[in-house]
Structure formats: structure tokens, C-alpha cells
């Protein structure tokens, strides 16, 4: 019996380097979706993209495209520049909930409320991962991390901040939408969200923002099957996935 190709490692995918991520990491799923994306589009050539400080940043080590670093946040200021400078790229920035919903908090707003025509890949695993564990603007309330040894204490720190929910009450966003990679049928259902995202932006129709829940169990202490259950159990109830806004 003949044996059937079922997968096959994208060609945007560089195939020479072994990732530095964590065991139960989910930017390497992210990677590959966007990577998979750029293939059936055949934009390898025409995509530039960069990311700013944090595991985030690691992803010009394993995608093949231009990549540009940006200042710790300012990647959205970062790829409003390149967009307008060169309208028919595809341009898209990836981002992690430290980076984004913190430092760089001011830089995404603005860009989504001028509309800008990029795309944003977000994401979101509650924690800051690279520098040790702390506090993110996303993690959970009673959600342990190196600054809050005894879980997040909203009369303190605030609660959590819905990115998705916020960017929605803005006008000029395209498309917002908040997707998971916990399991095989949200990773699917993921993989459509980073297509619309894409196919938004060949048809100019502006902001495009895809947040991605994700896992970090290093530093939430657990193993990789744990670190997905508890996203199931107690990111999404705080995160609800599903469509923001879209403008078809």
C-alpha cells in the first residue's frame, strides 16, 4: 500500500534550525500556522514582519522572510512605517502579552485606531515568559508569578486586560478575533483566523488583530499536558474565544 503525505514542513519554515522553545511551548504552533499561511499564498517573498523583546522576538531565528527587530513594544510603530512605505508587503507584527498589553500598550491602540493596514499576531500565555515569570497585564487573578508570589491581587495590581475586548470598541478595526492552540480543533479553527487575517490584508480592508491563547509551563510550573488543561479550564473562561469584530 502506497504510503499518503499527510503533512509536510513549510517551506517558510527554516528547516536547519531546532527551536529554543520550551517543551508545551505554543509559539512554535503559531509559527507554523503563520508559516503554513504564507506558503498557500505564495507571499514568501513579499511578507516582512517583525517582533520587538521577549520569546516573541525569537521568531526571526525560524522563519524565512524579512524580518525586522523593534524596540521593546514598538513593533506596531515599527510596521506602521514599513506598511506605508511599502503598501503592497504584507506586513505583520508577533507579539507577546508583556510586550503588547504593557510597554508597548500605547503603540497598539494608536495603530488600530488609525486603521493601520497591517496585521497583528498576539500572543497570550498570561505570563512574562523570557525574563523569569513575572506579572504580565494578562495574568490571571490568584495567578502565581515571580512579583505576585501569592496570585495576582486585583486591589493591587487590576484585573486582567481583554485586548480583543478593548480594540473592538474602536471603529477602524478590520477583524479582531481571539483564537486558541490547546487542541487539534482550535489549532483549525486558528488556522482560519490567521488566513482571514491575511486575505484582509491583500484586500486592503485595514487592522487586523488575531490574539493567541497560549501556554508557558515553565513558568507556571507545570507539564506540558497540565499547562493546556489549565488554559482550557481557567484561561478561557477569562479569555472567551470568538470573533470581536469583522468587518466582511
Request: aromatic residues 10%; hydrophobic residues 40%.
Amino acid at each position: 500500500m502506497a504510503e499518503t503525505k499527510v503533512y509536510s514542513r513549510p517551506e517558510s519554515l527554516k528547516r536547519d534550525v531546532h527551536t529554543h522553545y520550551c517543551p508545551g511551548c505554543g509559539h512554535g504552533i503559531a509559527h507554523r500556522m503563520i508559516c503554513e499561511v504564507i506558503d498557500e499564498m505564495g507571499i514568501q517573498n513579499e511578507t516582512v514582519s517583525m517582533s520587538p523583546v521577549g520569546c516573541a522576538a525569537m521568531m526571526y531565528d525560524y522563519i524565512d522572510i524579512d524580518y525586522v527587530e523593534a524596540a521593546h513594544g514598538r513593533a506596531p510603530a515599527t510596521a506602521t512605517g514599513i506598511k506605508r512605505v511599502l503598501p503592497d508587503k504584507f506586513v505583520f507584527t508577533y507579539q507577546g502579552d508583556g510586550d503588547l498589553a504593557s510597554i508597548g500598550m500605547a503603540e497598539i491602540v494608536h495603530a488600530a485606531n488609525r486603521g493601520e493596514k497591517f496585521t497583528t499576531f498576539f500572543i497570550n500565555n498570561a505570563i512574562y515568559g523570557m525574563t523569569g515569570g513575572q506579572m504580565a497585564p494578562t495574568t490571571l487573578i490568584g495567578q502565581r508569578a515571580t512579583t505576585c508570589p501569592q496570585g495576582r491581587d486585583p486591589e493591587l495590581s487590576g484585573f486582567p486586560i481583554r485586548m480583543c475586548e478593548m480594540l473592538a470598541t474602536l471603529e477602524t478595526p478590520a477583524y479582531i478575533e481571539r483564537v486558541s492552540v490547546a487542541k487539534p480543533k482550535y489549532i483549525m479553527q486558528a488556522k482560519k483566523a490567521f488566513q482571514k487575517a491575511f486575505r484582509y490584508q491583500k484586500e486592503g480592508r485595514g487592522f487586523c488583530f488575531i490574539e493567541v491563547l497560549s501556554t508557558c509551563p515553565t513558568n507556571w510550573g507545570m507539564n506540558p499536558v497540565e499547562a493546556f488543561d489549565w488554559q482550557i479550564e481557567k484561561m478561557m473562561p477569562c479569555f472567551p474565544l470568538g470573533v470581536f469584530k469583522d468587518f466582511e
